[in-house]
C-alpha cells in the first residue's frame, strides 16, 4: 500500500478527532451536560477510521448505538454533532435524533440507529440506489458482534449477494455484545458466514492497527466499486470504556488482563509511533496536530453552549415533508 | 373512461408512474412473472405491455422472501434517490418487516431533523373473505396508524385505486396501501388519462340525511348496499368512504354527522383499536353535541380468522350487519341480532 504522507496524517487526525470528541462527551454526560447517554468508539478508533478513509465523499454508510465516530471517521464537523448530543438548535438532526441517531447527510452518514442491527437494511438500499442509478457510490453498514446475530443481516447480504449491490458489510467485533462475550452467543466465525452467500469474507486480526483495517476496506470497496458485488469485513477491535457512559454494571463481566493487554494496543499512540519511526511526521508535528484537534473540540463545546434549544414546535415538524391535518 | 378491475388500475397507475419517473422501481416477491396482475397487461410473459420488457430487470426486481431487507432496503433506496413501489403481496406479511416499518421508514425523517426524505410505497392486499385462514386474512391498517409518520391509504373502487396510488408514488413520504382482494374484481370507469386523488379527501359514496355511515375498504360495497336496501323502508342514509386513513378526513365526517345527527363506521379490522375506534373518538370529541344517538362501530370481532367458510363469511361487515346497526341508531327496528353482528357491535348495555 502505497499511501502520501497526508494521507496518513489524515487517519490519525480523525482517530484524534474520535478520541477527543468521546472523551468530551463522556465527560458532559457524567457532568449532566449531556442528556442520557453516549456510546463511545475509544479504542475503536483505528477500525472506525480505516473504514471510513476507504470510502469516498460521496459514498454512504450506516451505523449503529455506537454512534459518533462514523460520521466523524467520515469527516463530518464537530459543532453541529456535539449540539446535537446535547439537543440543541443547530445540532445536525435538529435536536430530534440525539447520539443515538445522529446523520448527517452532507458526509453520506445516512443514520445511526438505536435498534441493533436495524441500519443494516438501510446501507443495502443505498447499494441498490447506486445500482439502479449508476452512479458509483458504494455504501457501507457498520455494525457490532451483537447485531451479527439478528437475522437482517443475512437477509441483507442474501439481497446484495444475488443482485451485485455495492455494499460492504463491516462487523466492529469489540467482543462483547454489552457485558456479553461474543463467542458465547457466535456459532463459528462472522466472517466466514459470508461464505454461505457466495461473498468474500475476510478478518481484520488486528484491528487497531489503522492501515490493516483500511487496507480489507479498501479492497471491499474497490470491489464492490467495479460491480462485483458485497463483502462481509469483520473487524477484531477492543472498546476501553463501557458500554455507555455512565453505565455502571455490578459485575465484572471482562477479565482484568484482557484489558490491560488491549489498553496497551491503544490504536492512537501505535500509529503516532509508527509514523514518527517511519518518518512521515516529527513528534512535534504530531504535537501540533493533537492540540489542534483539542482546539476543535472547545470549538464544538462552545457553539454548542452558544447555540439555542429548538423551538418547542419543533416537535411537530419533519414528521411528513408537509403538515397534515390533524384535529388537536 | 375505461372499464377497469380494481385490479387493472393498480396496474395502470404503477405503469404510468414507470413511464413518468426513471426513479421508480418496483420490488417485490413474484413480481417479475405478474402473478399478482399489477405488473403487466396481460398474466402471460408474452403480452405487449409486460413490465419486465418495458423496465428492464433494473426497475423490475424479483426479491428473495425477505420482508424485513425488502421494506429496510427499499427505505434505504428511497432515502438515497429512488422511489421504489415495494410489492409486498399478503398484508399478513407486514409484521415480518415491523422493525423496518416502525424504526426505520416512519422516523427517519423526523430523527434526522428532515435530512432525509422517504419516498417509498408499500403495497400490500388483505385477502379476508377468501377462506385463506388465520395467516393471510389479516386487516393491520390500524396498527399502522398508531405510527407517525406513516400515511395509510385503503382504495375501495378501481378510480380510487389508480388516482391514490398516483399520488402516493409522488409523495415524499412513505405510504402504505391497503388493497382489499375481495374488491380485486369490481370493475369501474376509470379515465384512461393521468389523475390523482389528493390525500385526506374523503369521498360521498352516498348522500343521505338520517344516518352517516364511514366505510373503510370492502365495507364500501356492503354500505352501499345497506343504503340502498333501507331507502326502501324510507330512511336515508349518507355513505363516506375515507379513502386514506392518514391523513384522515376528519372535516367531512363531521359536517356529516353534524347533519345526520348519527354515525355508523363499518370497518373490516378487528374491533379493539379499529380505525373504527379512532373515527368514532374523533366524533364524539369534535360533534358529540350533534350526536343524537350513541355511535355504533360494525367491525370485525376480536377472534382470529378461521379457514371454514361457514365460521369467516360472518365475521366482517356486511350489508346486513351494517344495516341492522343503521336501524339500531336510527331506532327503527330492534331486530334480531346475529352472534357475530352481536359480537360485532354489542349494544351499549352489553
Ligand atoms: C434490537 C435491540 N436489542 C437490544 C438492544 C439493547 N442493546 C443496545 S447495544 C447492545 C449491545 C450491542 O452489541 P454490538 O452489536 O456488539 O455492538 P457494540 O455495543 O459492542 O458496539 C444491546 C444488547 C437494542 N438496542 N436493540
New binding site residues.
Partial sequence: MDLSAETLLEMQRRMLRIRRFDERASLMVKRGHIPGTV?TSIGQEAQVVGACMALGDGDYMSG???SHGHPIGKGSPLGPLMAELVGKATGVCGGKGGSLHLADFAVGSLGES?????SIPIATGAGLSSKVLGNGRVSLAF??????N?GCLYEAMNLAGVWDLPVVFLC?N?Q???STP?HTVTSGVIAERAAGFGIPGVRVEDGQDVLAVYEAAAAAVDRARRGEGPTLVEVITY?FNE?SEGLRLGTDYRDKDEKAAWLERDPIVLFRQRLIADGTATAEQLDELEAAVLREVDEAVEFTDRSPYPDPSVAFKDLYTEPIGVLS | MTLMSYLGAIGAAQREAMEADPRVVIIGEDVEANVYGTTGAGKSRKDKGDFLELFGANRIRNTPISEEVIVGAAAGAAMTGLRPIVDLSYSSFLYMAMDQFVNQVAKNRYMFGGQASMPVVFRSAMFYGLNTGAHHSDRPYPMFMNVPGLKIVVPSNPYDAKGLLRTAVDSDDPVLTFEACMLWGTKGEVPEEEYRIPFGQARTAREGDDVTVVAISSAVPEALAAAESLAGEGLSVEVIDPRTLVPFDAEAVIRSVQRTGRLVVADPAHRTCSAAAEISAIVAEEAFESLRAPIVRVATPDTQIPFSPALEKQLYPNRDSIAEAIRRVTGTRAGSTSEAARLASPAPHL
Fill in positions: 456510546h449503529n448505538h455506537r438505536g435498534i441493533v442491527g436495524s455494525f457490532g458482534d451483537g447485531a451479527a439478528q466492529e469489540n462483547y455484545a454489552l461474543a472498546r458500554h
